[in-house]
């Protein structure tokens, strides 16, 4: 059985509802394009259900629905399940904001270290100056750890998988083209590959020192 819900408040870059659902039900958060939504449970327990699988919350706690993501409340209780949720400001409003559109900028994943992207969507995750993680699930400790995550537009070719960079995620590390020489892909022990950009930041430094056009040091 479906929730019903109440609006709270309301404004262009926020909305606030109480949800509700009787035992045995469910409430969906739908996906937001450009937004988050955060979800705090009133009353009642619940199993919550997302991409990366299943987990118990009881009254006065909560999750952060990234944008791009659902998730579903199943009650388990015995008492009426209610939620508060809030939606949080839309990313167009944003200073700089970049929709999430591929650049252009393509990565080959080669099989066998691809066999899990077989799902829906791929996301990538900014770990460092050099390091973005591939993966079909998108769990909120990487979330909190990352830069940035991102979805990416991909497709299978021949024994491999291509992936096209988005817009923010190429810009983020000054990327305008990639050869297969300018990465690593290093498989992880999760259903998860490492895309290793060492390479490419070591020709971009060494193209730097060799430049005419950068300044020169201060001498005193």
């Known amino acids: 059985m479906q929730a ?13 509802l109480v949800r509700r659902a009787p035992p045995h039900g469910r409430i969906d958060i739908p996906e937001e394009a450009n937004a988050d939504t955060i979800v705090l449970v009133l009353q009642g327990r619940a199993d919550v259900e997302g991409p990366s699988g299943r987990r118990a919350l009881a009254a006065d706690q909560g999750v952060l629905v990234p944008s791009g993501l659902r998730c579903t409340f199943h009650n388990t209780g015995e008492q009426e399940l209610t939620i508060l949720t809030l939606r949080s400001d839309s990313a167009e409003s944003r200073p700089g904001y970049l929709p999430n559109v591929g650049s252009g900028v393509i ?15 791929i996301y990538l995750f900014a770990l460092d100056h050099r390091t973005i993680r591939a993966s079909p699930r998108a769990p909120q400790e990487w979330n909190t750890a990352a830069f940035l995550r991102m979805h990416c537009d991909f497709e299978h070719v021949g024994d491999a998988v291509l992936l096209d960079l988005p817009e923010r995620l190429v810009r983020w590390y000054g990327v305008r083209h990639l050869t297969e020489g300018d990465y690593r892909i290093v498989p992880e022990s999760d259903d998860s590959v490492l895309i290793d950009l060492g390479p490419f930041v070591e020709r971009d430094a060494a193209a730097y ?5 950068r300044p020169n040091p201060i001498a005193f």
């Open 4 to 16: 019903g819900q109440a609006e709270m408040a309301s404004s262009p870059n926020c909305e606030i």
């Open 107 to 121: 990565v080959r994943v080669p099989n066998p270290a691809t066999p899990f992207y077989g799902g829906r969507r």
């Open 209 to 213: 020192l060799a430049s005419e056009d």
